[in-house]
Each structure stands twice: as C-alpha cells, then as structure tokens.
C-alpha cells in the first residue's frame, strides 16, 4: 500500500500503522536525507530474508546498515567509541553519513561483517527517526536501487510503488527523495578512514 505522511509533522496514527507493520515482520519503504530506503525491525529475520531476495542478495554476503534515533541509542550497539570518533560523529548527526562501527552483542548476526562491524545511520529526516522511537529498536536501511538506473524509479514515491508496492507491505510516499547516497566512513580501526563520499561535506568529519 502507498501511504502518505508528512515529511515535517508526521501523522502519530501513520507511524503507529507502519511500526505495527514493522513489528508483524513487515517490510517497508521510507524516506530518509538521502535516498529512499527499503528495511524491516532488525530483529526480524524472516523480514531481513526476504528483503536480500527482493534485493537478490546473499544474506551471508549482505551489509546492510540500520538507522538508530540518536548517538545515544548508537552506543547500545555498538562497542565504546574513543573520543575523537565519537566527536566526528556529535558534529555529523543527524545527517547523510553511515559511521562503520565495532558491534555488540545486541547486533543481530546477519548483521555483522566477517569483522564483527556494522553500518549506523542517524539520517536528518523526522520520520525515519520518529518511527524508530516508536519501534523501539533501529530499522535496518537498504538503498532502493533501479537496474536501469532511471532516476525517477528511485525518487518518486509513486514510482517506487509502482514498482516495489507488489513486494512490500508499505512504501511511505513523503514528496521526492534524493538520488545521492550517504558518504560512508569506517571507524571500526585505529584511525577513521573514507569508504565512499556521498552526500554530506567530508570537510565536518575529518
């Protein structure tokens, strides 16, 4: 289904229907600073599964990241970050940055790189942020990816459902999105390095 809600002052009765979908192992499509995201409750594994087959993804092989509401909520899944990584990221969140990070315990397996790592995000967009703190728990986030690479597929939210709204419960229609990924950086080592530089000025980070 297409489901509208403001991308400002979203509808507490919206976000209620799409956590209660995320809580039943729903999938869904949402908005976030950058691009449109296709995830699931994190600890939905049968969801997680069947977004790597929408996906066509290997789900031993998948890296997927999740979305969490705050550096505060960040620190329940990830090991302790030393000062200067945890100054970057005061500086950069909210905002269009995934931060590669040394897991806990509380990260699902599937989760997990061979190095024990995982992707954060805290994107700068309400209602991402205002689903999870109504869940309880991150959203995993997947790009929405288009094979022939047509821009409006990826952006348009009446497109995106065209396409998708066979194969997921819920794609949230919030006004056009972007089209430029978030700028990665790994963290997980001795000194913070860039992966990919997306959307977002490097110039904050380091």
Known sequence: MLLRIHPQDPQPRAIQQVVDCLRKGGVIIYPTDTVYGIGCD????????RICQIRRID????????????????????AS???P???????ALPGPY????????????????????????VPDHVLPVQIVRELGNPIMTSSVHDDDDMIEYTTDPELIHEKYGHLVDIVIDSGYGGFEASTVVDCSGSEPFLV????GDVDLLF
């Open 42 to 49: 994190i600890n939905q594994r049968k969801a997680v599964e």
């Open 59 to 78: 789900p031993d092989k998948a890296q997927f990241s999740f979305i969490c509401s705050d550096l505060s909520h960040i620190s329940e899944y990830c």
């Open 81 to 83: 970050l030393d000062t």
């Open 85 to 91: 990584v945890f100054k970057m990221m005061k500086r």
């Open 98 to 121: 995934t931060f590669i990070l040394n897991a806990t315990s509380r990260v699902p397996k599937i989760f997990q790189s061979r190095k024990r790592t995982v992707g954060i995000r």
């Open 196 to 199: 990919r530089q997306g959307k």
